[in-house]
């Protein structure tokens, strides 16, 4: 006899049973409604690419994370990391196809081998969407707008954008003569919530002191982690890293339309200005943002991105400029599942027909094609077990109600609340789609 292959998966990878792989399509079609409500389109990219694609000049940090191998046809190819580097190659491909500016949205499963934890997995599901080909302050809060109004719309609650704008930084850099060493800089503030203050003076103080032999390296560290502190309220702490950089200049008028923006629409108490918000990305160059939940901050940030100049540099001449942010959907519904926001749902039917007699499989088939006419999700059972079996079955299942045919499969028929247990008799097939179609 053969030996049985123990069934296992992946460390980092998931099997989802129907109630979970419910709750997720649920909330992707939710997402979905409104990123088409902004009038953003549907892109997909393959799974698997060349490595060179994927990995660009310089594979760094991703390189160790990626899954890479070579497949039978002797190509170095490797899985997805993200969905935007493909999206940079999508746009090279297909410039002739697209008319400026574009915006779209891509939903699909990326992977990483990366260590896992709570809400992070090696296999998992990004929400990207992105303006490219307008550089304006509408574009950027365009996309700011949609993840606040998106979250609320899947009943994430309240959440809280904290954005910063990374020219403005790069400009007080300048002024303070670390501009060489800026991109560090960047990546180590952008640690600041993962490994503390403390850290990060170690982290600066190691950079040493270009440019400014008469302050030490403790002194630059001070000076950063001081315009990276929120000031007070966005207009003063706008004022503060404005003057810190320089005075006035493009990045911080940037920054005042879109808070005008924010006034005009109502919306301003969800936008908090951060300097310390950097996202340690090399690609962004203008706002950059993230996004955390106001009843659960400490999972993280659940939606984040920012601006770039050049997204498609690495494969085409032109240059194209864009804007957009990313849903992490498993960070995400592992927040509302500790909110207690997500509910479960083991079955999409409203309905269940009981089997009474087997040879009338036929006209319960022919009920239940009636009431899907109708917009009543349908579940025809077709075992004729005990009654008592078929409601503990429905109810397993999360279906709500039940309809019992008479024993002579006639055209009267009986509904059972399963919920309540209440019975209503002498039921005709208008009467069921009417009962099922108004509230019950």
């Given at each position: ?11 980092g990878?998931r ?20 990123f ?11 799974a ?61 499963k ?25 550089d304006?302050a ?11 109004n ?51 003076r170690?982290?600066?103080?190691a ?54 923006f ?27 943002y ?72 036929g ?24 009654l ?30 399963l ?22």
């Open positions: 006899m053969a030996s049985i292959i123990e069934p296992k998966i992946l460390k990878f099997d989802f049973l129907p109630e979970a792989e419910i709750e997720r399509r649920n909330l992707v079609e939710k997402i979905e409604a409104s088409r409500s902004y009038g953003f389109v549907p892109i997909d990219t393959p698997l690419e060349y490595a060179e694609i994927l990995l660009g000049k310089g594979g760094g940090e991703t390189e160790k994370q990626i899954y890479r191998f070579t497949d039978n046809g002797g190509r170095d190819v490797a899985l997805r990391f993200d969905l935007t580097v493909p999206f940079a190659r999508f746009l090279a491909e297909h410039r002739s196809d697209l008319t400026l500016p574009f915006k779209r949205y891509h939903i699909a990326v992977w990483r081998g990366e260590n896992t934890q709570r809400g992070r997995y090696r296999e998992f599901t990004q929400c990207d969407f992105d303006t490219v080909g307008s304006t509408a574009a950027d809060f365009e996309i700011l707008l949609m993840m606040r998106t979250l609320r719309a899947i009943g994430a609650g309240n959440v809280s954008i904290r954005l910063n704008h990374r020219g403005l930084f790069n400009r007080f850099l300048k002024a303070l003569g670390a501009a060489e060493v800026s991109a560090e800089v960047l990546r180590i503030v952008d640690k600041l919530a993962k490994i503390g203050k403390d850290a990060v170690e982290q600066l103080e950079l040493g002191n270009p440019g400014n032999a008469w302050e030490t390296p403790l002194q630059v560290a001070e000076k950063i982690l001081d315009y990276i502190e929120p000031k007070g309220s966005f207009e003063e702490t706008l004022e503060a890293i404005t003057r810190a950089a320089g005075g006035p200049c493009p990045e911080s008028e940037r920054l005042a339309l879109i808070r005008r924010m006034v005009d629409t109502g919306t301003a108490d969800s936008f908090t200005l951060d300097p310390s918000i950097t996202r340690g990305l090399d690609y962004y160059t203008g706002i950059v993230e996004t955390f939940l106001a009843e659960l901050p400490e999972i993280g940030s659940v939606c984040s991105g920012g601006r770039y100049d050049d997204l498609a540099g690495l494969y085409s001449k032109e240059k194209l400029s864009g804007v957009g942010s990313s849903i992490g959907l498993d960070r995400l519904i592992a927040a509302l599942e500790s909110l207690g926001k997500l509910e479960g749902q083991g079955s999409y039917a409203r309905v269940a027909i009981a089997c009474v007699r087997e040879e009338d499989g006209v319960y088939q022919a009920l239940g094609a009636r009431l899907r006419e109708a917009g009543i999700p349908c579940e025809v059972f077709s075992e004729p077990k005990k008592t079996q078929q409601f503990m079955l429905a109810e397993k299942r999360g279906i709500p109600w039940m309809i019992i045919p008479g024993e002579s499969a006639g055209p009267v028929f009986t509904v059972r609340n919920s309540t247990r209440e019975n209503r008799e002498g039921l005709s097939p208008e009467e069921l789609i009417a009962l099922f179609v108004s509230p019950v």
